[in-house]
C-alpha cells in the first residue's frame, strides 16, 4: 500500500512540473534547438580537412559536450561553425539553466499563488484587525461566518455520499 502512494505522489510531482512550469515547454525548445545548432555545425564543417566533428552524430555529441560546460568538446574548425557553435553554447547554457531555475522557482512558489492559500492569508489579516471592527461590523462578519460554516457542511454531505 506504502508504493502505491508513493508512486501516485511521484507521478502527481510529474505532473505538476510538466503542466504547471515551463519544464516541457523548453526542454522541447532545447532539443530542437540543439538538432538545428547542431545541423549548422555538420554543414559547416562538411568538406573541412582536420575536423573532428565529420557526421551528424559527432556534430549531436559536440552539441551536448559544447553547451553542458564539459569541456570535453573538440573546437570546429572552420569559422563559421565556431561562430554557430559560440552561439549554441550561449544560447543552449542560458535555455539549459534558465530552464532549471524557472521550474524550481515555479514548482515551490506555486502553493503561495492558488486562490485559496490567498483567502486564507485575507482572513488571517483580518483577523488580526478585529479590534478595530465596529458592532455593525462584527455582526457583519459572524452573519458571513455563519454562511460559510453552512457552506462548508453543504460540501461535506456532497462529498459523503
Given at each position: 500500500m506504502r508504493k502505491i502512494g508513493h508512486h501516485?505522489?511521484?507521478k502527481r510531482f510529474f505532473k505538476d512540473i510538466s503542466v504547471h512550469t515551463p519544464f516541457t515547454k523548453m526542454v522541447f525548445l532545447l532539443i530542437v534547438l540543439w538538432l538545428i545548432f547542431s545541423a549548422g555545425v555538420y554543414?559547416?564543417?562538411r568538406g573541412i580537412e582536420g575536423t573532428s566533428i565529420a557526421s551528424y552524430?559527432?556534430?549531436?555529441?559536440?552539441?551536448?559536450?559544447?553547451?553542458?560546460?564539459?569541456?570535453?568538446?573538440d573546437q570546429p574548425v572552420s569559422g563559421a561553425a565556431q561562430l554557430i557553435g559560440g552561439l549554441w553554447i550561449?544560447?543552449?547554457?542560458?535555455?539549459?539553466?534558465g530552464t532549471i531555475v524557472?521550474?524550481?522557482t515555479?514548482?515551490?512558489?506555486?502553493?503561495?499563488?492558488?486562490?485559496?492559500?490567498?483567502?486564507?492569508?485575507?482572513?488571517?489579516?483580518?483577523l488580526e484587525q478585529l479590534d478595530d471592527l465596529s458592532v455593525e461590523e462584527l455582526d457583519l462578519l459572524?452573519?458571513?461566518?455563519?454562511?460559510?460554516?453552512v457552506h462548508v457542511e453543504h460540501i461535506k454531505q456532497g462529498?459523503?455520499?
Amino acid at each position: 500500500m506504502r508504493k502505491i502512494g508513493h508512486h501516485t505522489r511521484v507521478k502527481r510531482f510529474f505532473k505538476d512540473i510538466s503542466v504547471h512550469t515551463p519544464f516541457t515547454k523548453m526542454v522541447f525548445l532545447l532539443i530542437v534547438l540543439w538538432l538545428i545548432f547542431s545541423a549548422g555545425v555538420y554543414l559547416a564543417e562538411r568538406g573541412i580537412e582536420g575536423t573532428s566533428i565529420a557526421s551528424y552524430g559527432e556534430s549531436l555529441y559536440w552539441g551536448v559536450a559544447a553547451f553542458s560546460t564539459a569541456g570535453i568538446a573538440d573546437q570546429p574548425v572552420s569559422g563559421a561553425a565556431q561562430l554557430i557553435g559560440g552561439l549554441w553554447i550561449v544560447i543552449g547554457s542560458v535555455l539549459f539553466f534558465g530552464t532549471i531555475v524557472a521550474t524550481v522557482t515555479t514548482y515551490f512558489m506555486r502553493p503561495m499563488l492558488r486562490p485559496h492559500k490567498r483567502i486564507i492569508d485575507t482572513i488571517e489579516y483580518n483577523l488580526e484587525q478585529l479590534d478595530d471592527l465596529s458592532v455593525e461590523e462584527l455582526d457583519l462578519l459572524k452573519n458571513t461566518i455563519d454562511m460559510l460554516i453552512v457552506h462548508v457542511e453543504h460540501i461535506k454531505q456532497g462529498h459523503s455520499r
